[in-house]
């Protein structure tokens, strides 16, 4: 009944053809990509996941300090202070923001180097708002006009235990002690909400911000953009223990070699519905297809 009221709803409003992803190919998938993790909260994420060794002693692994006894928290997130100085949040109020991030899109679709075969195309002010604005601990957007870079991520949390060959409980999140010292709670000040919460030691929840736009793809020359340093920054000083990024539209050359990122075992298979279409390279496919 479900799906059959979906696609009412669709062709009620012009869609005829979708595209739907799943952790499983149903036999007609056109194409699959995997899961790469940035960890940015190693002392935490260490007692609930397991990290390679060799990995949390890397030098190669910018964050593996624990940031939150640093000054960094201490600074005005929202209005981007702890950024590098051409690197900002975009202005929800101002329009200008939007339409230079849709030129960024269609430049970057257009460029022959990306050779991307799907992509989204906004058409009015409304649809930019509502995939690129601020929206406290759930979705932001940073851009960068001197570089000619943006990048978006979202916030997701997932429960998370560890189970011994039994499958008895060896570590629940849920049950930290309470009155453990090191213990931090950090609250945003900025929020349009009272006391929201950016960062919590004591959640059982593993909060992890996932790439869903970025245009850093016209850089290749570039081997350390800044707005990802500055993006990997950001989320570190509102809580999130993980960056998870798609291998898919040349992330794995432009993000994934770039930092140390850890493969993943999970994948994602992207559908087609009511479209024919062979199999494609993961490399020509966009971030995220709606």
Known sequence: MLINDIKRNAYING????????????G????????????LNINRLRKLIYIPYDYINSTNTIYNDDIL?????NSNILNSNILNSNTRLINNDDDNDFI?????LLKYNQCNVCN???????????????NFKIIDNFNYTLINKQEGTFITFYIMYIDNKLYDTNNTVLYDNNNINS???????????????????????????IKKAILQYHNIGNNTNNNNIQILDDAFTFCKSIGVDMFDVLNIAGNDIHIIDKYPFLHGTGKLYYHFYNYNMLPIGRSKINFILY
């Open 15 to 26: 869609i005829y053809t979708a595209i739907f992803t799943g952790e499983r190919n149903l």
């Open 28 to 39: 007609f998938a056109f194409t699959e990509v995997e899961y790469y993790h940035y960890i």
């Open 69 to 73: 006894n640093s000054n960094i928290l």
């Open 100 to 104: 230079y991030i849709n030129q960024l």
């Open 116 to 130: 991307i075969q799907l992509y989204e195309v906004f058409n009015d002010i409304d649809a930019l708002r509502d």
């Open 179 to 205: 009155n453990n010292s090191n213990n931090t709670i950090l609250y945003d000040n900025n929020s349009n909400s009272n006391n929201t919460i950016l960062y919590d030691n004591n959640s059982k929840y």
